[in-house]
């Protein structure tokens, strides 16, 4: 498809696993964002990349979240000992340019994470 | 401390009427910002996008302005539908302190009542 696309689209764990989440930006899009959403919240900044590299990953909650892009292409947000706190609903979006010249992001459905 | 905010309760109006949403920044200054809609489930879709030098911008039923000095943006629908009930997000850019980081509002849900 032409969209965002994220897998899997939801995820149970046990408290103190390790998670992989995916997402397929569009094609030619140079820009990554990772959000995250609890119920009834906006979505929270996680990470953007611009290519390959983190341009800002100051809303990364701790070291147990880390996210890659190795290829500027898909992204993989990985989470280690997940705790229950961590449950919520990960978003991607993606977005042609980014910079001065951001404009519209384009959201996938996100990933829920349930960890129990 | 920077803060986004939108109205706070959720918004009923009747169908036809106008909706009026709010989102108020503070110790920001965004080049831009946007609007977008979330539907239960789904992943927010964007609507419309204003930058700092504009004052309205438009989109069929849809009207945005942006107050710079009042540090406000008003997000109108017209003619509103049952079709139009959804939670609206507000998004502005912290590109002036981290560059391209998008810091979404935390949304206002508007239901439409036929």
């Known amino acids: 498809g032409a969209g965002v696309s994220q897998t899997p689209s939801n995820k149970v764990t046990e408290k103190g696993k390790y998670v992989e989440l995916r997402c397929d930006p569009i094609s030619g899009h140079t820009a990554l964002y990772w959000y995250r959403q609890s119920l009834g919240q906006g979505p929270e900044f996680l990470i953007y990349f611009q290519g390959t590299g983190a341009a800002d990953d100051s809303g990364l909650p701790n070291d147990r979240f880390f996210a890659v892009r190795p290829e500027g292409s898909v992204s993989t947000l990985k989470i280690q000992r997940t705790e229950r706190g961590d449950s919520a609903v990960y978003l991607c979006?993606?977005?042609?340019?980014?910079?001065?010249?951001?404009?519209?992001?384009?959201f996938g459905e996100g990933s829920r994470l349930t960890v129990l | 401390s920077q803060k986004i905010e939108q109205n706070s309760e959720a918004l009923n109006i009747q169908e036809g009427k106008t909706a009026t949403l709010t989102c108020n920044y503070t110790n920001y200054s965004p080049a831009y910002l946007q609007w977008y809609r979330q539907d239960p489930g789904r992943g927010p879709v964007f609507l419309l996008l204003i930058r700092e030098n504009e004052k309205e911008k438009r989109k069929e039923r849809l009207k945005v302005t942006f107050d710079t000095t009042l540090k406000q943006s008003l997000f109108h629908i017209t003619a509103s539908q049952p079709a139009d009930s959804a939670t609206y997000l507000c998004a502005l850019d912290d590109s002036k302190t981290s560059y391209d980081k998008v810091i979404f509002g935390p949304g206002t849900s508007l239901s439409v009542i036929p």
């Open positions: 979006a993606s977005s042609l340019q980014g910079g001065a010249n951001t404009g519209e992001l384009f």
